[in-house]
């Protein structure tokens, strides 16, 4: 999987457009794409951590039960399986539960960066355009792809 860095530095300029305002545009939509990417793990992580969870509660509640009902004697098997069940979900849960902060972390990093390319290249698109004589419909190619980077303008709050 490539990341929107290793884009932006190899990508190419295609046909006459501006070299600097196309690679910008070319890595806010791989930037973009990486967005995604990390809010569907954020999705997977919090399913996976409420999933694991929920798991560990249920097998404490089972092995509870067990032993009261039945006693050590006759469920010592269940016990320890249900005992070692628990102890891995609380350990993936802990895992999960530390890994997901630097995930929200690289997500707002992300969306921040994206949004100052984008702001950027609102602000420069008609000097560009002028400078290297772009076409009507490439103009309009260029803003409809700015467009299509889901974000809203740095002006609004967000």
Known sequence: ??????????????????????KLLSFAEQLAKDCEQYERRQKLLVLLYASSSVLATLAVSGMLFLLLNYG???TRTACIFLLTFTLIMVMVSLNLRL????????LRRDRRA?????DLLREVEKALAERNN???LERAAFRIRL???DIGSGDSPR
């Open 1 to 22: 999987m490539s990341t929107a860095h290793e884009h932006y530095s190899s990508s190419e300029g295609t046909g006459h457009l501006y070299d600097g305002g196309e």
């Open 72 to 74: 050590l004697a006759e």
């Open 99 to 106: 890994h997901f902060p630097f995930a929200v972390k690289q």
């Open 114 to 118: 994206l949004l100052e390319i984008a």
């Open 134 to 136: 772009l076409s009507v």
């Open 147 to 149: 467009a299509r980077l």
